[in-house]
């Protein structure tokens, strides 16, 4: 059995984010890039199931759409356990354009089970995972946050509103990954850095197709009001405020 | 000349972190409080591989260069200096000297399980009269033809209470001066071995460092490291590279001070303004900066030498020396800057302050530095 991991490269979660270009283009000067943190949970739960001797996963690979600047992440997958890496060389412009890329990639290279984080950190577009599944005719399992193979039978628990709900499943599906899969993701040791350099890479050349969207402008969210405490024995203060500042009464 | 660092080298800087934010902050200031020896957190350094990470892949060690070591040092030293000691002592003082002088025997059977983390090494030279003054040695370990019978004792051993190897410097033939002096690996169980209580320290409590007393202790011919009085050599050797140990380290209580008092001189304000936005505070944070980046490329330039294959003693010194009082000087100001909330411990800077001034004084004081230094200009 073989599952693929995909894997968006995006900023630390802890960047500035600034635009140029006329706020059409993220300046990524100085940007640390980092695995999607849900793809990270995604692929440790793949590597934790290859690991367990239980079921017959014989390989665990990885996949990203991007440029050259995502080979560091790619190789981090590597060095926590990944196999094989493969980047399809381009600039994706939205999650079609990199649900198309992939599911091509798919066609000549089946995997029993694709996974995708529910979502990306960057621009959140929670997407490609069920893109894919409508390429590959294939079941999408949303907000999954229990896998478990065991002799060939899938396992996976969804949470939905109040509770979850658990299915059994046949292979080929698409698994669409929330929080709660694994308990965290795991450090590379540094036997699996010094593996990684050994492991494949693979850059694959893009298939020709146009992007359906295109990016007018990004803006930030407007910086939060400070805030004025009021001592609780003045409250004309803050009738008058209200008034006056607020415009709210 | 190239100041990038390789994506791997990032890699390991940054799986370095991720272990130091993830695994080692939550519950410094209880270890460091109760003086609890990090065994969990020393467990996982070993899993990660950091223990081992400059032994050969032969030797089921990492293979990582020195100035990867540098990277993971720094980040570690950042939240706890009481595991990076243990792994400083480990890698350099220890499996070092294992891999360069050891032979196939010693290495099969001391190194690759200190590599893997199975097994933890402890360095021990220092003596209550003899500390960088190696020559004055008092253990002795006199040649009884088949075994060395050894007596002596041997102080502040950093890991003395833990670790089951030691790596021992002792003098075989006092008469010959450096010249009569031997190395020795050995397991630290064996009879006529002592340790001694846990030593109540200033910083640095969560590692354990203990007098070891050696009552004629009976050594195997076949446990003696290296030739027959080589032991100065292996010994200084070993410390050369130690001294990259410890300059990442204090570099990293430097740099963890700093970064803390850079976002509290953010967060708090006084007299309507952050404290960042004081000259006082902004110029006493831009000076720490600046220490701080050259402490790092001092330490990043003593373990290219040292990756190289070129001298690197004269450069390890100056690196220790340089790293030690900016990690004194930078901890000082962070507690400043932090007022009075920096002068309790749950803002970690006067436990990173008491642990810097351990830096200036460990592994050859900064005027042992100097001594280095100022040979090293008529060589």
Redesign the interface.
Known sequence: MKILVCISNVPDTTTKVKFTDNNKQVDDAGVQWIINPWDELALTRAIELKEDGNNSIDEVCVINVGLSKCDATLRKALAIGADKAIRIDADPIDAYYVAAQIADYLKNNPFDIVLSGIESSDYNGSSVGGMLSEFMDCPAISSMTKLEIENGNVTIHRAIPGGKQILELTTPFVGIVQKGITNEPRIPAMRGIMMARKKPLEVLSAVEMESLSHIVEFELPVAKASCKMIDAEHLEELVNLLKSEAKVL | MNFELT??Q???R??AR??AQ?ELLAGVIERDENATYPKEQVKRLG????L??LVS?EYD????DTVSYVLAMEEISKVDASVSVIMSVNNSLVCWGVQKYGSEAQKEEFLKPMARGDKIGAFLLSEPEAGSDATSQRTTAVDMGDHYLVNGIKNWITSGGTASVYLLIAHTHPEKKHHGINAFLIDSKLEGISVGPHENKMGMRASDTHSVMFNNVKIPKENRLGEDGQGFTIAMRSLEGGRIGIASQALGLASGAYELALQYAQERKTFGKEIFKHQAIAFKLADMAVEIEAARFFCLKAAWLKDQGKPYGQASAMAKLYAAETAMKVTTEAVQIHGGNGYVKEYHVERLMREAKLTQIYEGTSEIQKIVISRGLLA
């Open positions: 994506e791997e990032e890699m390991i940054d799986a991720d272990f993830r899993e990660l591989g950091f081992g990470m892949p060690g990492g293979g990582m």
